[in-house]
């Protein structure tokens, strides 16, 4: 049974406070500080998996959560009853360490444990989980045969049906627990002398680190960082790595001042520079007269929305595979030509709709015109994906391929660069640094849907809407991707003044 006296450690508040023990405490006196840092898809991958994995061994037990912990262990020790079988959900407590173990082999002669997880790799904080799981089975007496983690085999290629034992990859990882028995025994003894000595009225003073990042982004992060100077070494955009920032908040440069002479990758300094003196915008005319030179009549603006998922749903996919579900599409034939627009977006009931994206792009853009879009690594890399799924399309995604121009470049490499795009070249730092104050070209002013990750929630979201819902959120998806490539217009058009 569970003793209210002690301090409650689960698995995953145990593996947060290996991150940092600071995080219970704040999770205990200070919840309404925390901002969600987990986004939805990936917790709802994680969900998917860990049901689907569930019947991995064949028939199974589950034990339902109820938030009375008492009635799933009392549960689970019904079920233990009936060996051999398999419980998913079994839940177990030592000394006030409780946990559910995602599938539970149970034998004649011992238990094994699976711990699911909807990663495509082990990581060391999964082996801190299972391994949590042995010490509190192991010390309420069972003979524990082997832990392993069940995680995602992203070199699956799903065929006409979903083959669950291909799809899941399983690591041995019993040694590794074993040799983390007295590691985890000292962990539970600091964790609950620390509770004891922070109480409401005394926070800890816990400086900040790699690990408010890793293995995860601490929901906490703005809580902790709130009273560092604006701006410091964490706006710092344009790739700078995080280890680097956090050597640089170590050794107490912290704010842009701090900063500004130091041995820093020039376009970090570049940042810091512009925006702690004001500085006019920095515009290389030939850099941009090269790109316009370049481009070749038609022009096809084009960007792709997608989604992800752990599981594939569709025949020739891989897990997590970018599924192109939407473009759109902004084209001008020549140089005295009006825009045109064009736009394909999947019914969300349509089994091929990857082939009908790409048969859709194919029709829409005839002509060897360039194919302008924003960030080279990621359109030409699903129409490759596509062109494996569909060999017939090959030689036309090609011919696309062929024709691409990246407009992400000249921001990318500074040739352009303003104080308001803070170091980025995401378009959505640059659109606003070129047209400052035009509400038409405002994400924010779009309804429902402002950038890539809600676009793919929202589409997915669409099948269990009415008719009018449905009407009403495609007509939402379809606005925000034509501002994507519209937004490419206006870059072009601002090259276009510029030269």
Known sequence: MLNINNVYLSKSKYCKCVQCKKILWLKKYKPECAVQTAKDAVLENGTKVGNLAKGLFGKY?????????????????????SKPNIITEASFCYENNFCSVDILKNDTDGVEIYEVKSSTEVHNIYLDDASYQYFI???IGFNIKKVCIVYINNQYIRGEKLEIDKLFNIKDITDIAKSKQDEIKNNIRMINTYMQEHNEDNEPSTDIGMKCLNPYECEFWCYCTRNLPKPNVFDIGGGMHKSKKFEKYHEGKISFEDLQNGDLNPKYLEQINFELNNLKPKIEKEAIKTIMESLKYPLYFIDYETYQLAI???KGTKPYQQLPFQYSLHIIKNENAQIEHKEFLAEIDDSDFVRHFAESMIKDMPENGSVIIYNKSFEPARNNEIARMYPDLKSELERINSNIIDFLEPFKQR???TKEMHGSASIKAVLPALYPNDPELNYQNLPVVHNGEEASKTFLSLKNKSKKEQEEIRHALLLYCELDTYAMVKIWEKFKEII
């Not at 009635?71 to 233990?80: A, G, N, P, Q, Y």
């Open 61 to 81: 037990e589950d034990v339902e959560f109820d938030e009375n912990l008492n009635v799933m262990i009392e549960k689970t020790k019904k079920l233990l009853q």
């Open 137 to 139: 089975l192991s010390n």
């Open 312 to 314: 594939p749903e569709i």
């Open 415 to 417: 040739k352009y660069y």
